[in-house]
């Protein structure tokens, strides 16, 4: 599980996946618009989430802030997942549940990444400004 290969590969799916809706809230797609105002945040939470995604994916590429990009990326996730079980559903817009799948996938590889770099963790937490 430690395997460098595999690492990049939970890496890279979940910095793409984050990348990729950035178009979307970004150029204020309707579904995007659709969500953010079903949930009550549109336009700030729309825009925010977005930089806080393309935030958690430069960290998740970056060899030295990976476990940070992974927790924040979880973060992100986890709050995406709550949203569509909660209040959007899982099928958004005729989407097919497609971007509920994608919140899972992307919380699953930040949550597998944070797992494999636990040990980090303590000295992360001690980070100093």
Request: hydrophobic share 60%.
């Amino acid at each position: 599980m430690k395997s460098p290969i595999f690492i990049w590969i939970l890496r890279i799916v979940a910095a793409l996946i984050m990348l990729q809706t950035l178009f979307f809230k970004f150029t204020a797609s309707a579904e995007s618009v659709y969500i953010f105002t079903t949930l009550g945040i549109e336009p700030y939470g729309r825009i925010s989430s977005g930089i806080a995604e393309l935030i958690a994916s430069i960290l998740l590429l970056v060899n030295r802030t990976r476990l940070l990009g992974a927790i924040m990326g979880m973060g992100i996730m986890a709050g995406a997942i709550v949203s569509h079980i909660l209040v959007l559903g899982l099928v958004v817009m005729d989407d097919g549940g497609q971007l509920f799948a994608y919140a899972l996938i992307t919380f699953i590889c930040c949550a597998l990444l944070t797992y494999i770099n636990k040990e980090k963790i303590p000295a992360l937490l001690k980070f100093k400004i």
